[in-house]
């Protein structure tokens, strides 16, 4: 994938949890990054827009930063109903193409 | 409220064609971009194609480029993905989503998904 993510990640419930999305020149650094959630057997959701804004509706455990050529999700106060997949996604100016990351599976242990 | 609705997914022999519907509602389709992202068994989410609301300009990911065509007919509310020369490894769920540019852009709604089997 054009964007690095790790595969998987996992916390204690109630803990924190960060994940990355690593990108190049081409991609992060101009545009804006959003954020998705795909719990097993669903569609994706939108958690995170504009690099940090949160839809209606999302609550603010979720939140969204960006530096440089990197981004990350932050999700606090974790539950067992935060388990899934989580894929950061952006425009890649050099692609002329929307390009996800591979995706970080959360545990909350 | 908004929904999005795929059909047209199915077994189909490779080589073959297929197209793909998404029928939407709740809101005003003529004002909105549209995407068309996939998911292999087991796999993460790829981008495939996206159409602006002008129904002209339209971006394709590198391995549907040639073989899928995206479009729309508004006066239908529907978005289709018109699929040829497919191959086994084109099996996915195949999920169409609104591109909304009051969040940046960003895929605000999905649809359920409709899913592709690539198989003789």
């Known amino acids: 994938s054009v964007l690095t993510q790790p595969p998987s990640v996992s916390a204690a419930a109630g803990q924190k949890v960060t994940i990355s999305c690593s990108g190049s020149?081409?991609?992060?650094?101009?545009?804006?990054v959003s954020w998705y959630q795909q719990l097993p057997g669903t569609a994706p959701k939108l958690l995170i827009y504009d690099n940090y804004k949160r839809p209606s509706g999302i609550p603010d455990r979720f939140s969204g930063s960006k530096s440089g050529t990197s981004a990350a999700l932050g999700i606090t106060g974790l539950q067992t109903g935060d388990e899934g997949d989580y894929y950061c996604?952006?425009?890649?100016?050099?692609?002329?193409?929307?390009?996800f990351g591979g995706g970080t599976k959360l545990t909350v242990l | 409220q908004v929904v999005l609705v795929e059909s047209g997914g199915g077994v189909v022999q490779p080589g073959r064609s297929l197209r793909l519907s998404c029928v939407a509602s709740?809101?005003?389709?003529?004002?909105?971009?549209f995407h068309w992202v996939r998911q292999a068994p087991g796999k993460g989410l790829e981008w495939l194609a996206d159409?602006?609301?002008?129904?002209?300009?339209?971006y394709y990911g590198d391995s549907v480029r040639g073989r899928f065509t995206i479009s729309r007919d508004n006066s239908k509310d529907t978005l289709y993905l018109e699929m040829s020369s497919l191959r086994a490894d084109d099996t996915a769920v195949y999920y169409c989503?609104?591109?909304?540019?009051?969040?940046?852009?960003?895929?605000?709604?999905w649809g359920q998904g409709t899913m592709v089997t690539v198989s003789s």
């Open positions: 989503a609104r591109d909304d540019d009051n969040v940046g852009n960003a895929l605000d709604f």
């Open positions: 020149s081409s991609n992060i650094p101009n545009n804006y």
């Open positions: 709740g809101f005003s389709f003529n004002d909105y971009g």
């Open positions: 996604v952006t425009w890649d100016n050099s692609l002329t193409a929307v390009v």
């Open positions: 159409i602006w609301n002008d129904g002209i300009t339209k």
